[in-house]
């Protein structure tokens, strides 16, 4: 898969893309990720990529043509899945990250400033929001969601590691974990975990997601219920 990131700040990436899974999907080249400074495709003599609003009123405005430019640069363009990124988009959602991991090529916008001059909305295919809350640019949320995504391509994580079994991947939310010791401060390992029964650990392990999952989330309870209908 290749993923090209349209950013004003490329170097905000580098600590992210070099440790750890992301280092080595892209080393065992499962991944791709090439980082386009759309700043340097301003046709204005100061490379100003961003301009005060029509119609008045506080902030800068990201302009349409530096943006345009540097997308219509990227080879095969056109074919690619271009997601722009805004706290207005679509909750970006774990069913997301699964689907766009079968893509073959994925174009991410971060913006910045106080928003996007309308036309740039029109060369992307989907608006995403990591949630409800402002980030100061599209960064941020373009690592979490290159990050979602990558981690379920087959090969990124091992089989030891596998990710079916994530939060949400069923609607529910996962079960609690334990590792040694079997006791700590007075505080026991639930007997079962130690009991070598493989049939009622993952008996315990359900009840234990769905009780979790109906305590904390009832938007997902809802819907694992009704998946179960
Ligand atoms: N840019 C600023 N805030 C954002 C958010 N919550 N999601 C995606 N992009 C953003």
Redesign the pocket.
Known sequence: MRIDILTLFPKMFEGYLSESIMARAIKNELVEVNLIDFREFSKSKHKKVDDSPYGGGAGMVLGVQSVYDALVSIPGYEKANKIL???Q?KRFEQLMAYRLSNQPHIIIL??HYEGYDERIRDLFDCE???????????EI?AMAIVDAITRVIPGVIGKDESHLNDSFSNNLLEYPHYTRPSEFMGKKVPEILLSGNHKLIKEWRLNQSIKRTKERRKDLYIKYMKEQE
Do not use: K
């Open positions: 990124l805004t706290p988009g971060c913006g995403a929001s990591i949630g409800d809350f402002v980030l100061t640019g599209g949320a």
